[in-house]
């Protein structure tokens, strides 16, 4: 699961206005990796790093060249390339906190990644949710921990009951007394969402399709989402200000949730690791996670995923 999520997002497309214009290293790396022509890659870099040394620009190409190896199996690779990002990262920190450089801080969450990835591949399961559970408790409050929490979720969380959702707050209907005593014996979709997030609006026809097609036969919906501080254009806002603009993206965008639990939290955004948006998490008529999936699927992978548990009592 998690190499073929990550080839689906070594192939996405360069925009538009990515391609009017001079690659950046990091986005020549991805193309490389994305043809599947890793010594071109591997190149790229090794020309980029005589040049400049060792920059944040180049210490995150490693980290793809990380990334690309372990999409086309090549685990031995794979595993050096995101040492070696990790060791680059912490020797160009020194004693700075990994949020001073986004950079630096993509190349580490993503090296420790492929590295937990890497032995799960060779069946060291274990090792790789201690080595992951490590890291989480020395970035705990970075911005990868998100992204190490996936890592841990992606290797523990399918079979297991879903962890709790805080319900502080919510953009659509309350989850609570009845609100939530109606998703009891559903099969529910989590669809984790954000309002600047172009690849969650391209799901949403999708769930709100399957949702007018199975909902008779009890399915559920609850979209989570969060505050990120800022609206369109990145403009900082208050939180009442974003409140409003995530009402009207929602309104927009996601007209079949107005009446659907959407809790605001990014306790639920930590604990579900979603450092990826959408992240669907499927869960059976039990509450047990059956499937838990950072980035988009088509119509048919989710509905092949529902159809079975929507079938049992």
Not at 63 to 70: D, E, F
Not at 183 to 190: A, D, P, Q
Not at 264 to 274: F, K, P, Q
Request: aromatic fraction near 6%; proline fraction near 5%.
């Amino acid at each position: 699961m998690p190499a073929l999520i990550l080839a689906l997002a070594l192939t996405s497309a360069l925009s538009a206005e990515q391609t009017a214009k001079p690659l950046t290293l990091v986005a020549e790396v991805r193309a490389a990796i994305a043809a599947h022509d890793i010594p071109r890659a591997e190149a790229i870099v090794v020309q980029r790093k005589a040049q400049q040394g060792a920059s944040s620009e180049v210490i995150e190409a490693v980290s793809w060249l990380g990334r690309g190896a372990l999409a086309e199996h090549q685990l031995d690779r794979a595993e050096q390339y995101a040492a070696e990002a990790q060791r680059l990262t912490l020797a160009a920190l020194g004693s700075r906190s990994v949020d001073t450089d986004a950079k630096l801080a993509n190349a580490l969450g993503a090296a420790i990644e492929v590295q937990a990835q890497v032995s799960a591949a060779r069946g060291a399961r274990t090792d790789a949710i201690v080595l992951l559970e490590r890291e989480l408790n020395t970035y705990r409050t970075t911005s990868i921990a998100k992204r190490i929490q996936k890592g841990i979720n992606l290797l523990t969380l399918e079979g297991h009951p879903a962890p709790a959702l805080e319900l502080t707050e919510s953009l659509g209907a309350p989850l609570t007394g009845a609100t939530a005593k109606a998703l009891e014996g559903k099969v529910v979709i989590l669809f984790f969402w954000a309002h600047w997030c172009p690849d969650c609006k391209a799901e949403s026809p999708i769930l709100a399709k399957l949702y007018a097609k199975y909902q008779a036969r009890g399915l559920a919906i609850v979209a989570p989402t969060q505050r990120f501080g800022y609206v369109a254009g990145g403009a900082p806002a208050s939180p009442d200000e974003e409140l409003r603009y995530m009402r009207e993206v929602r309104d927009r965008n996601y007209a079949f949730l107005a009446d659907l639990p959407a809790p605001i939290s990014v306790t639920n955004h930590e604990r579900y690791g979603v450092s990826s948006t959408p992240t669907v998490v499927l869960l059976d008529r039990q509450g047990i996670v059956r499937l838990y999936h950072p980035g988009q699927l088509t119509e048919a992978e989710l509905e092949a995923r529902l159809r079975p548990l929507l079938e049992r009592p």
